[in-house]
């Protein structure tokens, strides 16, 4: 089946730092990927949606400055956490649809689990 | 915004069966999607409704009713592998809105 592949899987950095997170899709090409957050016991909230090519479309309440997302090409997204905060704390996780059609479901990466000091 | 409902909690006995039901209300609907979540791990795909009607993969199934805005996943032969939370989620558009998940513990 299709492989999304995130990594790094655990980061422990200190307040200041900025952290940047990749997803690959391994196995297909991906117009579109997804980057969510997940706070514990809570469901997965879309954080952004991210575009081969274009600018990324953010959700309501999410600091486009302070998550930027680049979509290099048809198999790699990358969220930058800039100057990370306690708060920022998290379960990062992406997702990415095969483009070959609409009804195609998002594979998920195995997630990164964010951890500032 | 998506309002998506399920239950909070489920248990049941290892070997039985067990439904968790899904209600939404979104502003469109371009299918419905399960997933399973194991704790501290990412979601992986169960199935997927886009039509009206029963969906069976194995020891999974699907139900949908559009008209109802209501869902359910069907977990058959339940095995304790099988404790995790489960995500009902409704693409709208190409994006996925998720529900709160139901956690399933299976006991023996």
């Known amino acids: 089946g299709a492989v999304v592949s995130q990594h790094p899987s655990w980061v422990i950095c200190k307040s200041g730092t900025s952290v940047k997170i990749e997803c690959r899709s391994l196995?297909?090409?991906?117009?579109?990927m997804f980057w969510y957050r997940q706070f514990p016991k809570q469901s997965l909230m879309l954080m952004a949606t991210s575009n081969e090519g274009s600018k990324a479309t953010y959700e309501q309440g999410v600091e486009k400055d302070k998550f930027l997302i680049n979509h290099a090409s048809l198999t790699l997204s990358t969220l930058t956490v800039t100057s990370a905060h306690p708060e920022d704390s998290s379960f990062y996780i992406c997702?990415?649809?095969?483009?070959?059609?609409?009804?195609?479901?998002?594979?998920f990466g195995d997630g990164t689990r964010l951890s500032i000091l | 915004g998506q309002n998506i409902d399920q239950p909070t909690e489920m248990t049941a006995t290892e070997g039985a069966i067990v439904q968790i039901n899904c209600t939404y209300q979104t502003s469109g609907f371009n299918g419905l999607f399960w997933y399973q979540q194991h704790a501290g791990e990412a979601p992986t795909f169960l199935s997927y409704n886009v039509l009206d009607g029963l969906e069976e993969k194995g020891r999974f199934s699907s139900f949908l009713s559009r008209s109802k805005g209501y869902s359910y996943l069907l977990l058959k032969e339940l095995q304790m592998k099988d404790s995790a939370s489960y995500l009902c989620?409704?693409?709208?558009?190409?994006?996925?809105?998720f529900g709160a998940g139901t956690t399933v513990t299976v006991r023996a």
């Open positions: 196995d297909f090409q991906a117009t579109t």
């Open positions: 989620a409704v693409r709208v558009d190409y994006k996925l809105s």
């Open positions: 997702s990415a649809r095969d483009h070959k059609g609409p009804n195609q479901p998002q594979h």
